[in-house]
C-alpha cells in the first residue's frame, strides 16, 4: 500500500508537469498560420502584389461578415459539410466491405482488386459528364463523387493492411483453435487499425478535395458554388474566404476524426506517444 502512495505521489507531478508543456506544444501550431498571415498583411499594405489578384485580408474578413450579416454563411457552410459527411460515409462503408473482403480472401483479391486499382487511376473531373449523365445535376451526383473520392485511401489501406499482417500471429491464433471470426477480432482488427484509421484520415481529405469538384455540378449553394461565383464576378477576396472556410472546415473535422478514433489506439506504444510525453 506505502509502495503505491509512492508510486502516485511520482506520477502526479510529473503528469502535472506535463500539462504545460503539451499547450506551449500546442501553441506552435498558431506560428505558421500567424506568420503567413504578417506576411499576407505586409504584402498588401506595401503594394507588393496588384490588389485584385491578392485582396488585403481586411476584405477578405468584409466578404465573410457580409454573408454572415445576410445569413447565408451557414447556409453554404452546412450542405457543403452535408455532402462532405454524407459522401464520405457511403465511401468509407463501400471501402471497409471491400477492402476487407480483397484483404482477407485470395480469390476476391484477385478478382476484384486490378479493376479497383485502375479506377483508382481516373482523375475526380472525369466523372462528372458520366455521373450528371446518370444521376442530373443534383444531390446524388455530388454525394456519389465525393464518395468515390473518399472510398480509395480507406480501401487501399484496409486491404493492404490485412494483407501485411505477420503471418506468425495468425498461425499462433489458428494453433490455438480461433474461428474465422475470433481470428479477425482477436488478430487482423487490431493489427489493422493504424492504417484503417490514416486510410479513414485521407479518405476524409479527398472528401473535401472532390467536393469543389461536386459543386461545379450545378450547384446553387456551398464554398464550391462561392468559389465559381467569386470567379465569375471577379472577386478574389470571395476565393479566398472560400479557400480559408475550406482549411478550417477540414481542420476541424480531420481533428473530430482523430479524437473520435483515438480511443481504437490507446494500446498503441509507439514513437508518435512518446513526442507528446
Do not use: C
Not at 508510486?7 to 498560420?33: E, Y
Not at 499462433?172 to 483453435?177: A, I, K, L, S
Request: charged share 15%; aromatic share 10%; glycine share 8%.
Amino acid at each position: 500500500m506505502v509502495m503505491a502512495v509512492d508510486r502516485l505521489r511520482l506520477t502526479l507531478p510529473s503528469a502535472r508537469a506535463r500539462q504545460p508543456r503539451q499547450a506551449s506544444l500546442a501553441l506552435w501550431g498558431w506560428a505558421l498560420p500567424l506568420a503567413l498571415l504578417a506576411a499576407w498583411e505586409l504584402t498588401t499594405r506595401f503594394g507588393l502584389v496588384a490588389p485584385h489578384l491578392l485582396p488585403a485580408p481586411a476584405l477578405v474578413w468584409r466578404e465573410v461578415a457580409d454573408l454572415w450579416r445576410d445569413g447565408t454563411l451557414f447556409e453554404h457552410l452546412g450542405i457543403t459539410l452535408w455532402r462532405v459527411l454524407t459522401g464520405f460515409a457511403l465511401g468509407t462503408l463501400a471501402a471497409t466491405v471491400l477492402g476487407a473482403l480483397t484483404g482477407y480472401s485470395t480469390a476476391a483479391h484477385r478478382l476484384l482488386d486490378p479493376t479497383i486499382q485502375a479506377i483508382k487511376a481516373v482523375p475526380s473531373l472525369a466523372w462528372v459528364p458520366l455521373f450528371i449523365l446518370w444521376l442530373g445535376i443534383f444531390e446524388a451526383s455530388k454525394v456519389t463523387l465525393i464518395a468515390v473520392g473518399a472510398f480509395f485511401p480507406v480501401y487501399l489501406n484496409l486491404s493492404t493492411a490485412i494483407g501485411q499482417v505477420d503471418r506468425k500471429l495468425v498461425e499462433v491464433g489458428r494453433m490455438y483453435g480461433f474461428s474465422p471470426l475470433t481470428l479477425v477480432r482477436r488478430v487482423l482488427l487490431p493489427a489493422t487499425l493504424p492504417a484503417y484509421v490514416t486510410g479513414l484520415r485521407g479518405g476524409l481529405a479527398l472528401a473535401w478535395m472532390f467536393v469543389v469538384a461536386a459543386e461545379l455540378m450545378g450547384a446553387s449553394q456551398g464554398l464550391g458554388f462561392l468559389m465559381l461565383d467569386g470567379q465569375m464576378t471577379g472577386r478574389p477576396a470571395l476565393i479566398i474566404a472560400s479557400l480559408i472556410l475550406f482549411a478550417l472546415m477540414g481542420k476541424a473535422s480531420d481533428l473530430a476524426l482523430a479524437r473520435t478514433t483515438a480511443p481504437w489506439l490507446r494500446w498503441q506504444d509507439d514513437f508518435a506517444r512518446m513526442r507528446k510525453t
